[in-house]
T-cell receptor
Framework: KNEVEQSPQNLTAQEGEFITINCSYS?????LHWLQQHPGGGIVSLFM???GKKKHGRLIATINIQEKHSSLHITASHPRDSAVYIC????????????FGKGTHLIIQP | IAGITQAPTSQILAAGRRMTLRCTQD?????MYWYRQDLGLGLRLIHY???????GKGEVPDGYSVSRANTDDFPLTLASAVPSQTSVYFC???????????????FGPGTRLTVL
């Protein structure tokens, strides 16, 4: 079965800390997405990547296709970064649409 | 309208009733998707449509049907609702389907459905 695993499930950190969330997947993909979901439920796309690294503000996403692994980093974390971060992939040869990890619940304390 | 809208925002429904969740996008995206989000299970694909006139089944299609009569609208119908369909439903769209580089997905605000 095509699966997406995220770690950690829950993460509490202090403001200013460097945050890393990991995602691994079972078989080849055509794209990987990082999504953010705030309390209240709205889902926002942060990154879509198929190789290398992307950066947007304090957020950095990397992917290693050979190792089937991606990381999302947050530098100088802030309480407003508190949210659920979700990794999702488009598996090659599978149905269109995304397969999701279960999410990482991040809390940044002031 | 800007982006994707869903209606209703929330609904409480008696088991056995028919219900249609509406989804409309104004971005002229070809591909549209329906997902459900359940605690402990995350988001799962119900049905998708790569372009107007075509639909496909996702991971959890049983009990749901969809249609794609035009580019903008992608309604999801529960023919006879059951309590296990209690969930938050998200509609999403992307410019293209498949391996195109234009497949960032944009999500609607969600519909919270409770089936009693």
């Amino acid at each position: 079965k095509n699966e997406v695993e995220q770690s950690p499930q829950n993460l509490t950190a202090q403001e200013g800390e460097f945050i890393t969330i990991n995602c691994s997947y079972s078989v080849g993909i055509s794209a990987l997405h990082w999504l953010q979901q705030h309390p209240g439920g709205g889902i926002v796309s942060l990154f879509m990547l198929s190789s290398g690294k992307k950066k947007h503000g304090r957020l950095i996403a990397t992917i290693n296709i050979q190792e089937k692994h991606s990381s999302l980093h947050i530098t100088a974390s802030h309480p407003r970064d508190s949210a659920v971060y979700i990794c999702a992939v488009r598996f090659r040869g599978g149905a269109d649409g995304l397969t999701f990890g279960k999410g990482t619940h991040l809390i940044i304390q002031p | 309208i800007a982006g994707i809208t869903q209606a209703p925002t929330s609904q409480i429904l008696a088991a056995g009733r028919r219900m249609t969740l509406r989804c409309t996008q104004d971005m002229r995206h070809n591909a549209m998707y329906w997902y459900r989000q359940d605690l402990g299970l995350g988001l799962r694909l119900i049905h998708y449509s790569n372009t107007a006139g075509t639909t496909g089944k996702g991971e959890v299609p049983d009990g749901y049907s969809v249609s794609r009569a035009n580019t903008d609208d992608f309604p999801l119908t529960l023919a006879s609702a059951v309590p296990s369909q209690t969930s938050v439903y998200f509609c999403a769209s992307s410019e293209q389907a498949g391996t195109s580089s234009y497949n960032e997905q944009f999500f609607g605000p969600g519909t919270r459905l409770t089936v009693l």
